[in-house]
Each structure stands twice: as structure tokens, then as C-alpha cells.
């Protein structure tokens, strides 16, 4: 059975810190994906990280891939409020466009 | 570039009902993947399409049905209602099967 596993599902520390969520899947996978979702939205695609040793960044997120651990991380750097939102990841697998989702991990960015 | 829309935004239906949502991919995107949110099972694929073919269907039972048009417009439809179809229902479009999708603002379904 295909799982994908977020730890943690909640999340909450203060700006200024440092944090990872990690990401752990159970099959080989073509490419892992990041997304953000705000409350009563849709989601929004940050990164598509394609090969082992695959390292993303933009702003203060920063994705990378083992696929040998079958392992995905986003590190947050220094959080900000405007950070606050549930992030999943989801892997793609073979020649099917259907996504297998995290459970996500919700994001609290305390003041 | 516009993205990926969905009509309509909110629903409410009672239990028995039919319920057709609607979805608009981005322009040029050919691929379209329907999914289901609920808070206990989180995120679910439904069905994917790909020039007018259901290429995969996620394990949801019968009453969930789509297609897709010609000009690559999906619609997922929903029949015999249940309580538990109450759920936003995510649209997501890609160039091609297997590239990046992008989701839509999704359709709230409430099932009284």
C-alpha cells in the first residue's frame, strides 16, 4: 500500500526559529512535491524536486529529497508569521498523474 | 495566465441528490485530476483525464463519475448523495500526465 507520512501534523514555534517537517513515503517515486495551503484555499504549488539529492529554495523554505531514505524534508528558516498554513507533501508515482498526499503538517508562526 | 477554475464555489445538497461540478484548466493544460478533501481522510485522488480519457480513478465507489470535453474542460459528477460526500473537491490541471499540477480554488460540497 502507497503511504506517504508528515511529521509533524502540528506545528507551532515562534518567528525567528528554525524548524523541519519531514516527509517519508513508502515506494519509489518520479518526483515529491511541496505544497501550501491557507485555510478555506486551494493549494499552491512551492516546489517539484525530481532526483536523489534534489535541493530546492525560495525565500525562507528549503526542500530536498533522499530517495534512497525514501525521505523528503522542508526546512523553514527564521519563520514569519505569513509562513502560517498546512504544507503537504505528495509523491508522483510512474506514468499516473494521481498525487498520494501527506496527511500535512499545520504551521503555526507565533509572534 | 488565468488558473485553473471552478464553478460552482459552494453547494449545498441534501442527501439523494445529484451534484455536477465544473472545471476550467489552465489554458493549454490537457490533463485534468479531480481530488476529494475531507478532515478525516485528508486528500484523495478521484479520476484523471487526459484528452477526453479517464486515464485512472482513484477507489471511490461508482456514484462518482467525470469526463472531459474537447477543449479539455472537466466535469465531476456526483449522484445519489451521501453524507459523507461533503468534502471540497480540488480540480487540478498540467500540461501532460505527469507534470507539475496546478489546483483550482475548489468547490465546497455540503450534503444535509
Known amino acids: 500500500e502507497l503511504k506517504v507520512e508528515q511529521n509533524p501534523l502540528f506545528l507551532s514555534m515562534q518567528e525567528g526559529k528554525n524548524y523541519t517537517i519531514y516527509c517519508n513515503y513508502s515506494t519509489t517515486s518520479d518526483r515529491l512535491y511541496w505544497y501550501r495551503q491557507d485555510p478555506g484555499k486551494s493549494l499552491e504549488s512551492l516546489f517539484v524536486?525530481?532526483?536523489?539529492?534534489a535541493v530546492k529554495q525560495e525565500g525562507r523554505l528549503m526542500a530536498s529529497l533522499d530517495t534512497k531514505a525514501r525521505l523528503s524534508t522542508l526546512h523553514i528558516t527564521a519563520a514569519v508569521h505569513d509562513l502560517s498554513a498546512t504544507y503537504f507533501c505528495?509523491?508522483?508515482?510512474?506514468?499516473?498523474?494521481?498525487?498520494?498526499f501527506g496527511t500535512g503538517t499545520r504551521l503555526t508562526v507565533i509572534p | 495566465k488565468a488558473g485553473v477554475t471552478q464553478t460552482p464555489r459552494y453547494l449545498i445538497k441534501t442527501r439523494g441528490q445529484q451534484v455536477t461540478l465544473s472545471c476550467s484548466p489552465i489554458s493549454g493544460h490537457r490533463s485534468v485530476s479531480w481530488y476529494q478533501q475531507t478532515p478525516g481522510q485528508g486528500l484523495q485522488f478521484l479520476f484523471e483525464y487526459f484528452s477526453e480519457t479517464q486515464r485512472n480513478k482513484g477507489n471511490f465507489p461508482g456514484r462518482f463519475s467525470g469526463r472531459q470535453f474537447s477543449n479539455s474542460r472537466s466535469e465531476m459528477n456526483v449522484s445519489t448523495l451521501e453524507l459523507g460526500d461533503s468534502a471540497l473537491y480540488l480540480c487540478a490541471s498540467s500540461l501532460v500526465p505527469g507534470e507539475t499540477q496546478y489546483f483550482g480554488p475548489g468547490t465546497r460540497l455540503l450534503v444535509l
Open positions: 524536486l525530481l532526483s536523489n539529492g
Open positions: 505528495a509523491f508522483h508515482k510512474g506514468g499516473a498523474n494521481n498525487l498520494f
